[in-house]
């Protein structure tokens, strides 16, 4: 059975601090995560918060990249969401990892968009 779409979800443990407090950083190491896997980026929004922390996403033509950081533990929850055969995201979810400097990595992919039953598709 064939999914639109495949979903990355990442728990990434024991990163630089520092990296995960620049939003800058975290900001241009997800737009070249998704570059790097082959995607077209669209549209970027991050967020950074008081005390610590930075939040964002990088939607794409396939989907989307996404990123929420606890600088005060090293760890990041990250998602990279991509539909068609073009981007693989697991090439932008290790080019993460590897860019914050993580020790540590457990991952789980989730198909998407797999249907039990044919599906009647609508055309607008």
């Given at each position: 059975m064939k999914a639109l779409g495949?979903?990355?979800?990442?728990?990434?443990?024991d990163c630089d601090p520092f990296v995960l407090n620049d939003r800058d950083l975290i900001e241009d190491i997800l737009v070249k995560a998704a570059l790097?896997?082959?995607?077209?980026?669209?549209?970027?929004?991050?967020?950074?918060?008081?005390?610590?922390?930075?939040s964002g996403v990088v939607v794409i033509s396939e989907s989307h990249l996404t990123v929420h950081t606890?600088?005060?533990?090293?760890?990041?929850?990250?998602?990279?969401?991509?539909?068609?055969d073009k981007v693989n995201p697991w090439d932008a979810c290790n080019y993460i990892a590897e860019k914050f400097q993580a020790k540590h990595m457990t991952a789980s992919e989730v198909k998407r968009g797999v249907f039990e039953k044919p599906v009647k598709v609508v055309n607008f």
């Amino acid at each position: 059975m064939k999914a639109l779409g495949r979903h990355i979800l990442a728990e990434i443990y024991d990163c630089d601090p520092f990296v995960l407090n620049d939003r800058d950083l975290i900001e241009d190491i997800l737009v070249k995560a998704a570059l790097e896997a082959g995607a077209e980026v669209r549209e970027v929004a991050f967020h950074k918060f008081s005390p610590q922390g930075v939040s964002g996403v990088v939607v794409i033509s396939e989907s989307h990249l996404t990123v929420h950081t606890w600088p005060e533990l090293g760890y990041a929850a990250v998602d990279v969401f991509t539909c068609g055969d073009k981007v693989n995201p697991w090439d932008a979810c290790n080019y993460i990892a590897e860019k914050f400097q993580a020790k540590h990595m457990t991952a789980s992919e989730v198909k998407r968009g797999v249907f039990e039953k044919p599906v009647k598709v609508v055309n607008f």
